[in-house]
């Protein structure tokens, strides 16, 4: 079956333009992303909720974006660009579990 | 030489020994015993919520019978799950409504079905034993197959 996948988001992140599309993730990945969040929480034994919550976005897009940049790397991102990685979360979440009605659907109305 | 073969078959017996030992014990364990060794109340309630959220993905990989590494299954979103159920809910649905109407036209085909043309009079001359010619009772007499 074809992956749905969004529209075109752009970031600016460490002072560069970056443009993602989303996509749902299958079974697989969202086991994957289980994984990375595990691995990154690895090695703390109690890790406060905002670090929790910002490892589990860092995998989750590590996973859902479909033309991921090369040198688009999550875990190098100092803590100046949080704000834009949750941003990210946030749209992806819209798309994939609140998504609106079709725009060109609305548009032919 | 005699002395080292000796001395390595009753060790390899020794270690029979306990291995068979071992092996027994693990066998022996009582049923409850084990059941708090494995399954201990995290893994009870992690089932609980497994089954709380996704509830679909199993009884999709149940109705494909589907192991849960299955690349098919794991290959899946779960919004493709949920379409996939609800399309063979329906087809079940509509499949079931199209054999119910076919077996009650088929019911109803049988009951209007008029082999022999009688009336009140007939039927109760019939009923009271009076010998009656039947085939001239017949409807659509030329259409049937002669034997």
Partial sequence: MSAKVSQTFTYNLNGKEYSVQYKKPTIGEQIKIGQQTATLKGGFPALDPASEGLAFKISTLNAVIINKPADLDFLSLDSDNWDEVIKMHSDYENFAFFRGENPQAAAKT | ?147
Avoid: C
Wanted: hydrophobic residues 35%; charged residues 40%; proline residues 1%.
């Fill in chain 2, 1 to 147: 030489m005699h002395f080292f073969a000796e001395k390595i078959r009753r060790r390899q017996l020794k270690l029979k020994k306990i291995l068979n030992s071992e092996v027994l014990e693990f066998v022996d364990i009582d049923s409850s015993e084990f059941e708090n060794r494995v399954y201990s109340e995290d893994l009870k309630e992690r089932v609980a919520e497994e089954f709380e959220y996704f509830k679909h993905r199993l009884i999709f990989r149940k109705k494909y019978n589907l192991a849960p590494l299955d690349s098919r299954f794991l290959e899946m979103t779960d919004e493709d799950i949920l379409f996939d159920l609800m399309l063979q809910n329906k087809t079940d649905e509509e499949t079931q409504k199209y054999l119910d109407k076919g077996k009650k036209e088929e019911v109803l085909a049988k009951d209007n079905t008029e082999l022999f043309q009688t009336d009140d009079n007939t039927m109760d001359l019939i009923e009271q034993g009076t010998d009656i010619d039947l085939d001239s009772l017949i409807k659509n007499k030329d259409n049937w197959e002669e034997i």
